[in-house]
DNA sequence: CAGTGGTCTAGACCACTGA
DNA sequence: CAGTGGTCTAGACCACTGA
């Protein structure tokens, strides 16, 4: 009754297909739950993983999401907004405010309920990135998760030459106001320059589980490079973000 | 044999992990062909669809990819370096040369291999961007695919107002030296600044489609705004990139 | 405790690839 | 034409959710 063309594409596309023409006319709003497995069993007197595989494609591009025990459901999706440039000015972090804070609005609190900091052996490619004569020099790595309003959205590690911070405030969990590039100020290290490199992919099976990302959830990758201005680089910030909770803005002039 | 400790994790994610340490450790490189489904349902005695199972987790996590017929490889990843704030400076297409051509090197060329300019509606979205008093107001709507060595990597679509472009090179499918933006110039309509949106997610079917793109292989959305001097917005393009193909990098002072 | 999604089996048939 | 991945069935058992 569905198909008069029923000719090439598979059910479970087809079946994906009705589905996703329903959500996007707003038949099943975001929250709203979806026909599950069983239902989809029945309708369309297929099997329980032909009707499964029917659901993967829309967990897959993102448009919902299994909850076990209870049902697939539509997603939705609400973005953070993280400001490049604005959000690493001297003006923004001199006045001893964090760099995170102008990542959300005021009613909103973005914290970090992991954090561990260590010192370990450089490896090939931080010590590339940071200038080091030999890989095994150690760094000091400060390696933190984020959370807002309960729900985890960035990993971030960062990497800085431990011969330079060591017995600092930047070895401790809590840098102080301003965080570490007030602290690198006061070392007579002030970045004054900032190279971003973006990157997406799927995550790792770690990344998902940290993030609690969903299926069909990419993560981005952000590269940050802080440099001086001798044009020494002071720190190697990777950030892994959950794709589904940030756009990212940049603004410059031509 | 492979598995002490066989408790909690299902069949087909301890295959995919053993998969995925022998691609970490260099058992299998880059177009290397790994064990196919047969394979996997003989060496650890499981049924077809366990063993599809177990590879469909490596080709979401973009490791993977399956040839029809021929069998499944590991994939191999060597992005263009998009370089945001450069690439857009005047004195770049202020010289004649294409925007686009800052992203690759001088031995490889990214060309435009569909092209289609026409006129609609601006809709709901575009008018608001584009400052128009009306969503039915009409705009240039400029939309081409970007190939490099004959794969397809980035789609771009375009919108400025048509009261403005009509009768221009604009309208053209070849803009002429230097592009848009020349063009606009010469309109007294010189972009001076632009914002970039950044956002990330799992590909529509027909993206997927356009893009050639593999299943577990997000897309990079980039929206940008070009404005003059004036604070008038002349410009929206959408860019969407295969995110298997892109490093994005921003260049920023403190 | 009824219903749900998650895992898994042992088969079948198909279109496609590449020697 | 042998081998491959893609689709599909009709069952089974499990852990989890939420009324």
Known sequence: MTDPDSGRRPKYQRIADELRTAIQAGTFAPGDRLPGENDLMSTYDVARMTARQALSVLRNEGLAEARKGAGVFVRSFRPLRRRGIPRLAHGHWGSGRSVWSADVAEDRALVVDQIEVTTAPAGARVARVLGLSCPDEPVCVRSRRFVLDDRPVLLSV?????????????????????????????????????????????????????????????????????????????????????????????????
């Open 158 to 254: 960062s990497y800085l030459p431990a011969a330079l911070v060591e017995g600092t405030a930047i070895m401790e969990p809590d840098t102080g106001p301003g965080g570490t590039y007030a602290r690198l100020a006061e070392l007579g290290r002030r970045p004054v320059h900032f190279r971003e490199e973006i990157r997406s992919r799927m995550p790792t099976a770690e990344e998902s589980d940290r993030l609690a990302l969903e299926f069909g959830t990419p993560v981005i990758l952000i590269g940050r490079t802080a440099v001086t201005e001798q044009g020494v680089a002071v720190e190697l910030n990777e950030m892994t973000l959950d794709s589904a909770s940030y756009v990212l803005e940049y603004d410059f002039d031509a």
